[in-house]
């Protein structure tokens, strides 16, 4: 078979420690998955099953280990805010899986910022439509080397946080998620089939705020290194 164009290059983030890349597929985004979160979005943090969003592939900035990464600042927006995220990263076919069973699956866990223009997400969401020019546009997915979970195991607690010009603005536990890295793979391979390169990011803790052209925004999650960029 001829293809009439070039393929477009296949994104892929670094693995820590490694000369290697995880090359991706798809990115689901699970929505207020910390309860301080949805409240600060005005959304009531029952335990409501979890929603997913998702981000194209090609959103991906890879973020080596130890360098700042420049991000530009995106059109159509007046209120670009951060979000960091725990991200996971799916190394192993699977649909309907079993809670219990979810962590086989797992490839390895990165940090992520879903980058959002937030102004347009409250706009669309207020008319029932949906997020994807909030969520989904150019270079709203930076991601760090991801770890190998053989290496880091499969955490269940630990501080993820984020600073802008070395002001911390968001602070958080894994251990505060709603629901927990094995719930989510469990329900949403229920409505769709998880493939290896698909990454999950798993919601971002309270804290969420604006950035500008200049800004400095560094986060982390405890034993998954840190993540760095510069909005342009």
Not at 13 to 24: Q, W
Not at 75 to 86: F, G, K, M, R, S
Not at 129 to 139: V, Y
Not at 153 to 159: D, K, Q
């Amino acid at each position: 078979m001829k293809l009439v164009i070039a393929p477009a290059p296949i994104p892929a983030v670094p693995v820590a420690g490694s000369a290697d890349s995880f090359p991706v597929r798809r990115i689901y985004c699970v929505g207020r998955n910390y309860a301080a979160h949805a409240r600060e979005m005005g959304s009531d943090p029952e335990r409501d099953p979890p929603f997913f969003f998702c981000k194209p592939a090609d959103a991906v900035v890879p973020v080596p280990e130890g360098v700042t990464t420049d991000v530009a600042y995106p059109p159509q927006t007046a209120n670009y805010h951060h979000e960091v995220e725990w991200v996971v990263a799916i190394g192993k076919r699977g649909r309907n899986i079993a809670s219990d069973d979810a962590n086989d699956h797992v490839w390895g866990y990165a940090v992520g910022f879903d980058m959002t223009r937030r102004d347009l997400q409250f706009a669309l969401r207020d008319k029932g439509r949906p997020w994807e020019l909030g969520k989904a546009f150019d270079q709203s997915a930076p991601i760090g080397p991801i770890v190998p979970a053989t290496r880091s195991g499969h955490p269940t607690a630990g501080r993820i946080w984020l600073a802008v010009n070395g002001t911390t603005k968001q602070e958080g536990d894994l251990g505060d998620l709603i629901w927990s890295v094995p719930e989510t793979i469990a329900h949403l391979s229920k409505y769709f089939e998880l493939a290896p390169g698909d990454l999950i990011f798993t919601g971002t803790p309270e804290g969420v705020g604006p950035v500008v052209r200049g800004d400095l925004v560094t986060g982390g999650v405890d034993t998954l290194g840190q993540l760095s960029i510069r909005i342009v």
